[in-house]
Antibody, heavy 116, light 107 residues
Framework: EVQLVESGGGLVQPGGSLRLSCDASGFTFNSYEMNWVRQAPGKGLEWVSYISIRATSIYYADSVKGRFTMSRDNAKNSVYLQMNGLRIEDTAVYYC?????????WGQGTLVTVSS | EIVMTQSPATLSVSPGERATLSCRASQTASSYLAWYQQKPGQAPRLLIYGASTRATDIPARFSGSGSGTEFTLTISSLQSEDFAVYYCQQYNQWPLTFGQGTKVEIK
């Protein structure tokens, strides 16, 4: 069974940093591309970032480009999202999702709250 | 970027009735269109990809159609568990973009 477990969310002040982690199991992690998708409270879904199997291609939404960095460790079956310069509008549940373009498998999400 | 616009924002339907949800792309998405269902407190669930292919374990009452810029999700006979928010998503080009959602509520 595919499992994606996010961690690292929490409360942070504007301008602060957080690092999200996603631990994957139940599939051959180093054969799959991964993404992060977020959802602000009561709002819709927003794609955030994509990473290829060997991390040779990484894409970002314009809203986070230059502030967020996605990475992966295939030895640890994990992906990460380093979030710097956090803004109030980054407040959301962040989902780790498998596959490059449309998403069959989602984690349960981790809540990031940016507030003073 | 491709802007996805869903209509209506809210759809009130009685159980057993047919529901038709629309999604329009600001430029062609070809057939690279997915639909998701989301219930409160849950992660989204993939229903349809490739505009018309049902995902694993999705009931046959869910069907998708369309190509280019106009897409439709049809639920042929609404069951109680189908009342939820539905999102379309294009994956024809980066950035991937979602519609704002259609809430299907009980009439």
């Amino acid at each position: 069974e595919v499992q994606l477990v996010e961690s690292g969310g929490g409360l942070v002040q504007p301008g602060g940093s957080l690092r999200l982690s996603c631990d994957a199991s139940g599939f051959t992690f180093n054969s799959y591309e991964m993404n992060w998708v977020r959802q602000a409270p009561g709002k819709g879904l927003e794609w955030v970032s994509y990473i290829s199997i060997r991390a040779t291609s990484i894409y970002y939404a314009d809203s986070v480009k230059g502030r967020f960095t996605m990475s992966r460790d295939n030895a640890k079956n994990s992906v990460y999202l380093q979030m710097n310069g956090l803004r109030i509008e980054d407040t959301a549940v962040y989902y780790c999702v498998r596959d490059p373009t449309h998403f069959q498998h989602w984690g349960q999400g981790t809540l990031v709250t940016v507030s003073s | 970027e491709i802007v996805m616009t869903q209509s209506p924002a809210t759809l009130s339907v009685s159980p057993g009735e047919r529901a038709t949800l629309s999604c329009r792309a600001s430029q062609t998405a070809s057939s690279y269109l997915a639909w998701y269902q989301q219930k409160p407190g849950q992660a989204p669930r993939l229903l349809i990809y490739g505009a018309s292919t049902r995902a694993t374990d999705i009931p046959a009452r869910f069907s998708g159609s369309g190509s280019g810029t106009e897409f439709t999700l049809t639920i042929s006979s609404l069951q109680s568990e189908d009342f939820a928010v539905y999102y379309c998503q294009q994956y024809n080009q980066w950035p991937l973009t979602f519609g704002q959602g259609t809430k299907v509520e009980i009439k």
